[in-house]
């Protein structure tokens, strides 16, 4: 069960166990201003009954802002936090990264709610609530993919307030596709009777004349140094025969050759090849042939509010389930914080009296 806390987010805030932590002492020490994230690694450790071991990877996790991680980030991001190149595996020492609370995660996570959750108790300790209760929900906006989670891919928070807004006013939702902060491919919806929605997200690759194409999107969670390496495996290589300097091709090779001009957040790879080989590529179609195709399924398993794994079947599942809980919690926010007028009010006319 404590492996599944670990790996298995929350459907009500989007957290997995150590994630919360994390929050839980970010909003306890009120961490507005920057620090080193070995400090923050400190404090969690000291705050929240938890393991140091582990801390530095959530904590980078949370604050990754390159296409394909977060579309909002709950840290704010000081120093190299990983990129698209490796898929976050290139993130600087813990020692030279600092950190800090970004504005926009208080407001999705007001602080008036905090007297309503329930914190639970370590050895005598209260460490962090069994889950918080976001103004949207999080496991929509920022997904996860886990063995045990399957695939909650990312939804645009726009889609997700609209649609929250139609609840409201007792209107049908809008089914939500999947959506990528910054990413400039194409992502088509398919269906099929035995896997049900699919999505198929795309890349971009353009024929630039008869022997060059330019590639400036990869497909969501395609990182830049795996797929230069799928290139450079259509290169030319030689290998020597025997240890006596004899050269020989393994195979024909498809490329002539390629150029890269990746940055840490965008892609820009130049494709050279014969004339013949760009009509093979046209014919079998230059996105099959260079894969820049990838198919994502939704499966989500997910803790609800009461703790127990359940599977939703779509984003909506999600939303109608989180809508029900939050609205319910506004109602008790408004009770707590109308009673707590009422105390000021007296104790005012007490003195007075």
Known sequence: MADLESSVPSMVDGLKRGQRKVLF?????????????????????????????????????????????????????????????????????????????????????????????NYLNEDGQSIEPSWYIPIIPMVLVNGSEDVGTGYVPNYNPRDI??????????EPIIPMDPWYKGFQGSLTKTRSK????????????EEVDCTMLTITELPVRCWSADYEHFLKSMCPHKEKENGKGMDKDKEPPFLEGYRSRCSHADVDFEVILSEQNMNIAKQEGLEKKFKLTTTIGPTMYLFD????????????????????????????????????????VLKVKNKVK
């Open 161 to 170: 307030i609209a649609n929250l807004k139609r609840m409201l006013n007792k």
């Open 25 to 117: 002492c970010s909003f306890k020490r009120n961490f507005v201003e920057e620090a080193f994230v070995t400090e923050l690694i400190g404090y969690v450790s000291a705050h929240s009954a938890y393991s140091k071991q582990s801390l530095a990877s959530i904590i980078i996790g949370m604050a990754q802002e390159f296409v394909g991680s977060n579309n909002i980030s709950l840290l704010e991001p000081g120093g190299l936090f990983g990129t698209r190149n490796l898929g976050g595996k290139d993130a600087g020492s813990t020692k030279d990264l600092y950190t800090r609370l970004p504005p926009v995660t208080r407001l999705i996570f007001p602080k008036d709610d905090d007297i309503l959750l």
């Open 305 to 344: 509010s009461h703790g127990k794994i359940r599977k939703y079947n779509s984003p909506e599942d999600v939303l109608e389930e989180f809508f029900t809980l939050r609205l319910e919690f506004y109602a008790r926010r408004k009770a707590v914080m109308v009673e707590n007028i009422r105390k000021e």
């Open 194 to 205: 035995e896997t049900g929605v699919t999505y198929t997200i795309t890349g971009v690759i």
